[in-house]
T-cell receptor, first 111, second 115 residues
Framework: GQQVMQIPQYQHVQEGEDFTTYCNSSTTLSNIQWYKQRPGGHPVFLIQLVKSGEVKKQKRLTFQFGEAKKNSSLHITATQTTDVGTYFCAGPTSGTYKYIFGTGTRLKVLA | NAGVTQTPKFQVLKTGQSMTLQCAQDMNHEYMSWYRQDPGMGLRLIHYSVGAGITDQGEVPNGYNVSRSTTEDFPLRLLSAAPSQTSVYFC??????????????FGPGTRLTVT
């Protein structure tokens, strides 16, 4: 079945450093969603990308959707302690409403 | 708006017991779903629904039943609890149009322990 992998699994950065997480799907995705989950919390929606090659920015966060629509990335510039959490990507199984979540990248920011 | 609410917040069951996790949303979303999250893991889809009377299986449906009699409510039933079902359960809802769902709003979760 469809698999969605994320790398790295963990990342520790010093506050102010940049951070990138990569999401790779075994199949082409019609769209991809990104979520952030704080420790002990629930996932919170960040963004949805639909178009091939799409790039969207939210303040210090930059999201990209690959040309082949099989991969995506989230880049955070100048991390802050408030960025701590696990970042998940999620995409639908082809032709269905079944959203498969990636394995997640846990970010720790050291002050 | 309350958004997505889940009850209970915590539950301990003995092996073989059954129970229902409740989920409700007040955003008039047609799409609702149940996920489980095991420690240090991602979310796995259990069941989902695209409207009242319509449900379908996700990645890990075995041992769980759902029904959708109203737009607002989407309960998840554990038929005979097993220790492997110890997890955090999240309910989510979303608007959708055609082949695409939009932002998923998650509830606060139910932490279930099966002994």
């Amino acid at each position: 079945g469809q698999q969605v992998m994320q790398i790295p699994q963990y990342q520790h950065v010093q506050e102010g450093e940049d951070f990138t997480t990569y999401c790779n799907s075994s199949t082409t995705l019609s769209n991809i969603q990104w979520y952030k989950q704080r420790p002990g919390g629930h996932p919170v929606f960040l963004i949805q990308l639909v178009k091939s090659g799409e790039v969207k920015k939210q303040k210090r966060l930059t999201f990209q959707f690959g040309e082949a629509k099989k991969n995506s990335s989230l880049h955070i510039t100048a991390t802050q302690t408030t960025d701590v959490g696990t970042y998940f990507c999620a995409g639908p199984t082809s032709g269905t409403y079944k959203y498969i979540f990636g394995t997640g990248t846990r970010l720790k920011v050291l002050a | 708006n309350a958004g997505v609410t889940q009850t209970p917040k915590f539950q301990v069951l003995k092996t073989g017991q059954s129970m229902t996790l409740q989920c409700a949303q007040d955003m008039n979303h047609e799409y609702m779903s149940w996920y489980r999250q095991d420690p240090g893991m991602g979310l796995r889809l259990i069941h989902y629904s695209v409207g009242a009377g319509i449900t379908d299986q996700g990645e890990v449906p075995n041992g769980y039943n759902v029904s959708r009699s109203t737009t607002e409510d989407f309960p998840l039933r554990l038929l005979s609890a097993a220790p492997s079902q110890t997890s955090v359960y999240f309910c989510a809802s979303s608007a959708y149009r055609g082949p695409q769902i939009y932002e998923q709003y998650f509830g606060p979760g139910t932490r279930l322990t099966v002994t």
